[in-house]
């Protein structure tokens, strides 16, 4: 899950970038980066951090141009600390090309052998993007080899990108001289949408947020497997480039990831989140009497709307019972399970007003590791409640996730292989309510009639890309024991790995 922008305009656009990637900055903490052109010549700055710590004034100065991109990293591939991993990433040939990408190819080590082996192209790190901006390049340069590159080369290109790499990907490019290129995957697993401001500048990004905030009117979502691509002069041209697309977006967008403002694919997310809390009060009826609660408390801040639709649909009160620091990261995208546990209490603080001799219902988006749920019940037994009771507005997390999301070893997940009760016992909650995966599906569907369905693999083990086998949840858990080591060394140990020193 990361946050992606591009932009073409008749004025500078390296304000507007930033702009955007703060309305993102919620899908990735790690690094941010924007890339501008002028001309034919591409200017570049990327950083790990935040993004109102990567770009200072003097960054910004050196971003001209009226066209460009942005991105701001969530690593599920490669190395968390690496400065070199952060996006965009460029390649000088052919027409010179700088790529974002949100998503996660399941195939890039077989594409990274093949691209060295046959497509005599070198891939020097471990990012999977990477990867996907040389296959993108190999096959411009094919498309475009005996011909001017016209906006049906750049479909050609893109139709056999669609071909030869698997997974999950919303991609935007600059393709020096030519324009702005944005394509999503067949199934529609991550999310992208483009429209149009007053002045006839278009933006393409992860989600509608970023395009209302900075002024822009929401044409429409990416369709699966289509491309978009706009020209030098402004014209939008669009083609779908797959050849059995399906709509099958992330849920796990509706979940968590997601800001509540945005709309997917037609899909407002505050509302879908209603629903799931109307379902979620449904289940929790046939397991507690409400009569047994006292208060509604949410755990900020993707849970509110499931918690006030679920305490309106039971008749209690909601109360805001933690307060969140602001100026703390998301919990579940920080990379490294020690950094994650130690952070919890800094984001969190109970009003014990709140908590004092209650039985109090605290609803959260989901669970995913527990580790994060366990300390914010013993704050709430710390804060004076009587009893803590826990309703997850999804469904047990209890399949690895291959399409982007930092969950992807069995391992990590409290519900894989255990019962509700063994988790409840875990957690340490007097009561623990799961949303059902059905119901979830159902109400949120019900928002986009045609919809084909959901990626829902996290919830139901069901990976509808098709070619995810047990080899591959090996080799990602040998990556992952890997980064956990090196996200338990002192900085000056992950700097020595990093530059290859022995310090």
Not at 430 to 441: E, H, P, T
Request: proline content about 5%; some cysteine.
């Amino acid at each position: 899950m990361c946050g992606i922008v591009g932009v073409t305009s008749k004025a500078p656009v390296n304000q507007l970038i930033y702009d955007a990637l703060l309305l993102l900055q919620h899908r990735g903490q790690d690094a941010a980066g924007i890339v501008t052109m002028q001309g034919k010549k591409c200017f570049m700055h990327k950083a790990r951090g935040m993004v109102r710590d990567v770009f200072r004034t003097r960054n910004m100065r050196a971003l001209p141009g009226t066209v460009g991109l942005g991105q701001v990293r969530y690593p599920t591939a490669g190395n968390a600390y690496s400065e070199e991993e952060a996006q965009p990433f460029y390649v000088n040939a052919p027409y010179g090309i700088v790529l974002v990408h949100n998503g996660n190819l399941t195939n890039a080590h077989a594409l990274k052998d093949q691209l060295f082996e046959v497509d005599r192209r070198h891939i020097n790190t471990e990012s999977d993007t990477e990867v996907l901006i040389n296959v993108l390049a190999h096959e411009l340069e094919m498309a475009g080899r005996e011909l001017p590159l016209t906006p049906a080369s750049v479909f050609k290109a893109v139709a056999e990108v669609h071909k030869r790499i698997k997974g999950s990907y919303a991609v935007i490019a600059l393709i020096a001289g030519h324009g702005l290129l944005a394509f999503r995957d067949p199934y529609g697993i991550r999310p992208l949408c483009f429209g149009q401001s007053a002045e006839g500048d278009v933006m393409v990004a992860s989600e509608s947020v970023a395009l209302e905030g900075t002024g822009h009117q929401l044409t429409r979502d990416v369709a699966p497997g289509e491309a978009l691509f706009i020209d030098t002069a402004g014209n939008i041209h669009t083609q779908q480039c797959a050849e059995n697309p399906t709509l099958n977006p992330c849920m796990f967008e509706f979940v968590y990831l997601a800001r509540p403002d945005s709309v997917m694919d037609g899909i407002s997310v505050y509302q879908s989140r209603l629903n799931m809390g109307e379902t979620l009060a449904q289940r929790l009826i046939s397991t507690i009497p409400p009569s047994e609660i006292d208060v509604v408390i949410p755990i900020p801040e993707s849970s509110r709307p499931s918690a006030m639709q679920l305490a309106h649909r039971i008749g209690k009160p909601y109360r805001e019972g933690f307060v969140k620091n602001r100026y703390v990261g998301r919990t579940f995208i920080m990379p490294g399970q020690s950094t994650r546990k130690k952070s919890v209490r800094q984001k969190l603080n109970a009003i014990g007003l709140e908590f004092k001799d209650r039985n109090v219902l605290l609803v959260d988006d989901s669970i995913v590791r527990g580790t994060t749920s366990k300390e914010i019940v013993q704050m709430a037994r710390e804060a004076g409640a009587r009893k803590v009771y826990l309703a997850s507005a999804a469904p047990p997390v209890r399949f690895p996730n291959v399409y982007g999301i930092d969950m992807p070893t069995k391992e990590e997940l409290i519900a894989h292989g255990r019962s509700i009760e063994e988790i409840r016992q875990f957690i340490g909650a007097d009561a623990l309510i799961y949303q059902d995966v059905d119901a979830m599906k159902r109400v949120v569907a019900q928002l986009r009639p045609g919809l084909n369905g959901f990626e829902a693999s996290c919830f139901d083990g069901s990976y509808i890309t098709g070619d995810v086998s047990a080899e591959d949840f090996a080799t990602m858990q040998a990556q992952r024991k890997s980064q956990a080591e090196e996200d338990d060394l002192p900085a000056r140990s992950r700097l020595a790995l990093q530059s290859g020193g022995d310090q």
